[in-house]
């Protein structure tokens, strides 16, 4: 089956700092959607992005889908961003079923 | 904006009895829902997807017998944990998704303690 893998595990970063986090898959994807996981549990869709660069204000997703790799790219780190970023991909044929990594937990200090 | 709730929050039940979670989608059509479990090292597991109009299809390790599933509509999906036990601690989440569209929709999740 499908496995995502994330890195760095852990990621500790000064406020203004940029991050850069990465994701690989073994499998052909159809889509892949980058996740926050808030404290509390709730799970944020920051981007779906099969294939290509996307922006939204300091978030960049970038997808390579025939290297089979992603990376979320966080620029002047904000202590708000403090929290657990999953990478989730979708194969094509599977029926929309999305397997996450094991995710990326990036504390942000002041 | 596409929004899904999770009620309850968080729950709390003795071993081997069963609790029943639901995920209600605001805004949009959940033609399809996802059910996961995040274990407490924040890994997660697919029990089962759920399409209305067509069969909710297991992921193995995950039965219906112990997992029963029901989305009788567009707005609605629920799940009960049956004999609950130790190991199915952890956060149930509800990811609903409308036909044409390939992004999930996340809740809050259902927080599950087992005693």
């Known amino acids: 089956g499908q496995q995502v893998q994330q890195s760095p595990a852990s990621l500790v970063l000064q406020e203004g700092e940029n991050a850069e986090l990465q994701c690989n898959f073994s499998?052909?994807?159809?889509?892949l959607q980058w996740f926050y996981q808030h404290p509390g549990g709730r799970l944020v869709s920051l981007f779906y992005?099969?294939?290509g660069t996307k922006h939204t204000g300091r978030l960049t997703s970038t997808t390579v889908t025939n290297e089979r790799r992603g990376s979320l790219h966080i620029s002047s780190s904000q202590t708000t961003d403090s929290g657990t970023y999953f990478c989730?991909?979708?194969?094509?044929?599977?029926?929309?079923?999305?397997?996450f990594g094991k995710g990326t937990l990036l504390t942000v200090t002041p | 904006g596409a929004l899904v709730y999770q009620y309850p929050r968080r729950t709390i039940c003795k071993s081997g009895t069963s609790m029943r979670m639901e995920c209600q989608a605001v805004?949009?059509?959940?033609?399809?829902v996802a059910w996961y479990r995040q274990s407490p090292q924040k890994t997660f597991e697919l029990i089962a997807l759920s399409t209305v109009n067509s069969a909710i299809k297991y992921e193995q390790n995950f039965t219906q017998e112990k997992f029963p599933i029901s989305h009788p509509n567009l707005s609605f999906s629920s799940m009960t944990v049956l004999n609950a036990y130790l190991e199915d601690r952890g956060l149930y989440l509800c990811?609903?998704?409308?036909?044409?569209?390939?992004?999930?929709?996340f809740g809050s999740g259902t927080r599950l303690l087992v005693i």
């Open positions: 499998s052909t994807a159809t889509r």
């Open positions: 989730a991909i979708g194969e094509a044929g599977s029926n929309y079923k999305l397997t």
């Open positions: 805004g949009f059509q959940a033609t399809s």
């Open positions: 990811g609903a998704r409308e036909r044409g569209n390939s992004d999930y929709t």
């Open positions: 992005n099969p294939s």
